[in-house]
Structure formats: structure tokens, C-alpha cells
Nanobody, 127 residues
Framework: QVQLEESGGGLVQAGGSLRLACAGS????????IGWLRQAPGKEREEVAC????????TYANSVKGRFTIARDSTKNTVYLQMNGLRPEDTGVYYC????????????????????WGQGTQVTVSS
């Protein structure tokens, strides 16, 4: 059974940085596409970034492009989300999950059907 655990959240001022980690238990993370998603209070959960299995192709939500970076560290069996230039609108609970479906068409990488969610980590950005 895939188990994921997020860490690294916290309180930061606008313009600051955080690095979130998604560690896998009883699973080889390289075998899965992994997504980071977030949910702000009163809003629906949204995909922030996703990284493909093995080849590490990535995709980002428009709202975080150029500020967030998703990457793997195979030696630590962990997927990270480096968040720079944080804004108050980035506040929310951040989750990692495996992507049950991915596609790469016309240069566009897509993830969906997220499963095996972690418990989430809170990110709060103050203005």
C-alpha cells in the first residue's frame, strides 16, 4: 500500500520561501508520477505541480510557474516542492499524491486521477 507523508510547511512572510517534502513508505517513488495539490479555505483543491515517473517531466499551474519547482531525490525516495516568491494567495494545505493517469501529448504533460494522498502540510503566507 502506497503511503505518502508531507512535511516542510509553516508560516512565512510574503516573498519568502519554503521547501515541502513528500516521502514515500513501502514504495519506490520513482515508479510513480507524483503531484502536489493545495486547498485554500473555502476553495476547491487544485493541482499545483506534477512530475512524471522516471523521466521527471514536469507541469505547473499557471499561478505558480516560475516560482515553484517540483523535483525528485531518488536517493531519499522523496519528491520536493520548492516554493519561492510566496504570496498570501499561496496559503493552504498542501498535499502530495500519486497520479493514476498521465499523458504527454504535443509537448504538454498532464496528470490526473490522484490517489494515495498524504495527510497534508499547512502553508501560511502573511502579507
Amino acid at each position: 500500500q502506497v503511503q505518502l507523508e508531507e512535511s516542510g510547511g509553516g508560516l512565512v512572510q510574503a516573498g519568502g520561501s519554503l521547501r515541502l517534502a513528500c516521502a514515500g513508505s513501502a514504495v519506490t517513488m520513482n515508479n510513480y508520477a507524483i503531484g502536489w495539490l493545495r486547498q485554500a479555505p473555502g476553495k476547491e483543491r487544485e493541482e499545483v505541480a506534477c512530475i512524471s515517473e522516471s523521466t521527471s517531466i514536469t507541469t505547473y499551474a499557471n499561478s505558480v510557474k516560475g516560482r515553484f519547482t517540483i523535483a525528485r531525490d531518488s536517493t531519499k525516495n522523496t519528491v520536493y516542492l520548492q516554493m519561492n516568491g510566496l504570496r498570501p494567495e499561496d496559503t493552504g494545505v498542501y498535499y502530495c499524491a500519486t497520479a493514476g493517469y498521465t499523458s504527454y501529448l504535443g509537448g504538454t504533460f498532464t496528470c490526473r486521477d490522484f490517489q494515495s494522498w498524504g495527510q497534508g502540510t499547512q502553508v501560511t503566507v502573511s502579507s
